[in-house]
């Protein structure tokens, strides 16, 4: 389920930044507040699974997997769940009126992009029970990447025209 919402947010956060306009109550705002539920469960998870250590240890005490987790990916997982959109739908005060420029709120929902660095952590768990050899998993990996900085190459130079026609 992680990887679908990774996957979702890899392609769908950067072409509603770029072209997708309204903020109104539709089909893909539900969606990326499923997506928002799962990566706020998937989180809450991290405080009770076991890590390795870098001797390749499992460590299960529950103390240290929770001060692995703040150390490590907290802060990114932390700062990927904050619904942007919901902050800019929900202020109607004028000191945040200039955050809810269309230019602010696009920028502040690519913080959504930091999801995309769990993939990591899902492709070590997965290395040692897919049985690819290690080419053949970093040939996929690095096509993979290809086509999300492809996209996301895309969909930048879409918002940058979309900005040059605004302003």
Not at 38 to 44: A, G, K, Q, S, T
Not at 91 to 111: G, W
Request: hydrophobic share 55%; proline share 2%.
């Amino acid at each position: 389920v992680t990887v679908a919402a990774l996957c979702f947010t890899a392609i769908a956060t950067p072409y509603e930044v770029a072209f997708v306009d309204s903020d109104d109550l539709d089909f893909m705002f539900f969606v990326n507040r499923v997506v928002d539920c799962i990566f706020f469960v998937d989180m809450v998870l991290q405080f009770f699974l076991m890590y390795q250590d870098q001797l390749g240890r499992w460590v299960g005490q529950h103390a240290s997997i929770v001060k692995h987790y703040l150390r490590t990916w907290f802060f990114v997982d932390l700062v990927s769940v904050i619904p942007v959109e919901l902050v800019g739908q929900q202020t109607d005060s004028a000191a945040l009126a200039d955050l809810k420029a269309v230019r602010v709120i696009r920028l502040l929902r690519l913080l959504k992009l930091l999801r995309v660095l769990r993939a990591s952590r899902v492709v070590k768990r997965w290395q040692s029970s897919i049985p690819f050899s290690q080419r053949r998993l970093k040939m996929g990996s690095f096509l993979v990447f290809l086509l999300v900085i492809s996209h996301w190459t895309a969909c930048c130079f879409g918002m940058s025209e979309k900005v040059a026609d605004e302003g």
